[in-house]
């Protein structure tokens, strides 16, 4: 049977992550040695490094394998347009030049790492947010990003003097339909007669809506002039263009992925970045390269949620931390989540 994993997707600073088997999943018995790793080979979703949220975050668990195993870890962008075709010769030259695990962030690249996967089964394969991919030596590093979510939308409520929000997804998809159904939900839980702008950038990934700052601007123009106050992005590097135009009108913004107000490149606006709703993606591709590095590689799902560290949503705002109104209702609904009283939506 094929082997179920999870994963406490602990803090990269964090040593050690605690691994633990589903009862009904059996040890996958995959042969990498870690002596013959130059590292991570890490391939970028749309909008690449710099994206300061889902790539990057991506990247900063590469460096923390990096600086614990003395690994030389390679990282390369995506190209405009490119094909299934361009990503599987990406990862053949990845484990062609020795490098394990190999990750693809995003789900864009699963057909890619199905194929390729077969044909170096010796090799330790990470697809992030896709978990179709039924292989013994792949993991599915996947989250429950509708829990952080939830709690976005119970923070923006609580925020809003205007009882109006808003909420930009970057691509009409399923994955971001979970964030939207989350941060709805959250909201609604707080106030259900709460006003919320809801937006997709486009309808493709190619039209740019992970990757277009300028699109997730005008969106977030459009809903600020509509009346809200408090602006939520799911849309990777596009999400940018949220947090300047919510800077601009002296709005909230809330950040997505990584923690927002922490990040260089978005310095100038971080005083109107109310919080963030977080993935440990950096969690997970450095629990995957130390599950290579001692011998016992993951494979099947893994999965960040509340309970495990690998969803959360940040507190670095002093003006968040030091709102009681708002963080008693967050940490209500994150009990809640954690003990199953709450059931969060995913659509």
Same mark, same amino acid.
């Given at each position: 049977?094929?082997?179920?994993?999870?994963?406490?997707v602990a803090g990269v600073a964090t040593?050690?992550?605690?691994?633990?088997?589903?009862?009904?999943?059996?040890?996958?018995?995959?042969?990498? $040695?870690?002596?013959?790793?130059?590292?991570?080979?890490?391939?970028?979703?749309?909008?690449?490094?710099?994206?300061?949220?889902?790539?990057?975050?991506? !990247?900063?668990? &590469?460096?923390?394998?990096?600086?614990?195993?003395?690994?030389?870890?390679?990282?390369?962008?995506? $190209?405009?347009?490119?094909?299934?075709?361009?990503?599987?010769?990406?990862?053949?030259?990845?484990?062609?030049?020795?490098?394990?695990?190999?990750?693809?962030?995003?789900?864009?690249?699963?057909?890619?790492?199905?194929?390729?996967?077969?044909?170096?089964? @010796?090799?330790? !394969?990470?697809?992030?947010?896709?978990?179709?991919?039924?292989?013994?030596? /792949?993991?599915?590093?996947?989250?429950?990003?509708?829990?952080?979510?939830?709690?976005?939308?119970?923070?923006?409520?609580?925020?809003?003097?205007?009882?109006?929000?808003? !909420?930009?997804?970057? /691509?009409?998809?399923?994955?971001?339909?979970?964030?939207?159904?989350? !941060?709805?939900?959250?909201?609604?839980?707080?106030?259900?007669?709460?006003?919320?702008?809801?937006?997709?950038?486009?309808?493709?990934?190619?039209?740019?809506?992970?990757?277009?700052?300028? @699109?997730?601007?005008?969106?977030?123009?459009?809903?600020?002039?509509?009346?809200?106050?408090?602006?939520?992005?799911?849309?990777?590097?596009?999400?940018?263009?949220?947090?300047?135009?919510?800077?601009?009108?002296k709005v909230w913004a809330i950040g997505?992925?990584?923690?927002?107000? @922490?990040?260089?490149?978005?310095?100038?606006?971080?005083?109107?970045?109310?919080?963030?709703?977080?993935?440990?993606?950096?969690?997970?591709?450095?629990?995957?390269?130390?599950?290579?590095?001692?011998?016992?590689?993951? $494979?099947?799902?893994?999965?960040?949620? &509340?309970?495990?560290?690998?969803?959360?949503?940040?507190?670095?705002?002093?003006?968040?931390?030091?709102d009681k109104a708002i963080q008693d209702?967050?940490?209500?609904?994150?009990?809640?989540? @954690?003990?199953?009283?709450?059931?969060?939506?995913?659509?």
């Amino acid at each position: 049977m094929r082997r179920v994993s999870r994963i406490a997707v602990a803090g990269v600073a964090t040593a050690a992550l605690a691994v633990t088997a589903s009862a009904c999943g059996s040890s996958s018995t995959s042969s990498s $040695s870690s002596s013959k790793s130059k590292g991570i080979g890490l391939a970028y979703d749309i909008g690449g490094k710099g994206d300061q949220s889902f790539n990057d975050a991506a !990247f900063a668990g &590469l460096e923390q394998a990096d600086k614990e195993y003395g690994y030389t870890s390679r990282d390369v962008e995506p $190209s405009d347009n490119e094909s299934t075709a361009d990503k599987v010769q990406r990862l053949e030259q990845l484990a062609k030049a020795g490098y394990n695990p190999i990750v693809g962030v995003g789900f864009v690249y699963a057909p890619a790492v199905q194929e390729v996967a077969a044909k170096y089964p @010796k090799l330790t !394969f990470g697809v992030v947010d896709d978990d179709k991919v039924k292989m013994n030596n /792949v993991a599915d590093l996947v989250f429950h990003e509708e829990q952080a979510s939830y709690l976005a939308g119970v923070a923006a409520a609580k925020a809003t003097k205007k009882n109006h929000i808003g !909420f930009i997804g970057g /691509v009409d998809i399923p994955l971001i339909h979970k964030f939207e159904a989350g !941060f709805i939900q959250g909201a609604q839980s707080v106030n259900p007669q709460i006003k919320i702008e809801k937006q997709y950038l486009t309808q493709t990934a190619q039209e740019g809506g992970f990757s277009s700052p300028d @699109k997730g601007e005008n969106a977030a123009d459009g809903q600020i002039d509509a009346g809200a106050d408090v602006v939520y992005a799911a849309a990777g590097l596009s999400g940018q263009g949220v947090i300047k135009s919510a800077a601009a009108h002296k709005v909230w913004a809330i950040g997505v992925d990584s923690d927002q107000y @922490k990040q260089e490149a978005l310095a100038k606006y971080k005083d109107s970045i109310l919080t963030s709703a977080m993935k440990n993606v950096a969690g997970a591709v450095y629990g995957l390269a130390k599950s290579v590095h001692d011998g016992k590689p993951l $494979s099947g799902e893994i999965r960040g949620s &509340l309970n495990n560290g690998g969803v959360s949503l940040s507190n670095s705002n002093p003006k968040f931390a030091g709102d009681k109104a708002i963080q008693d209702a967050v940490k209500k609904a994150e009990e809640g989540i @954690k003990n199953g009283t709450i059931k969060v939506k995913t659509s």
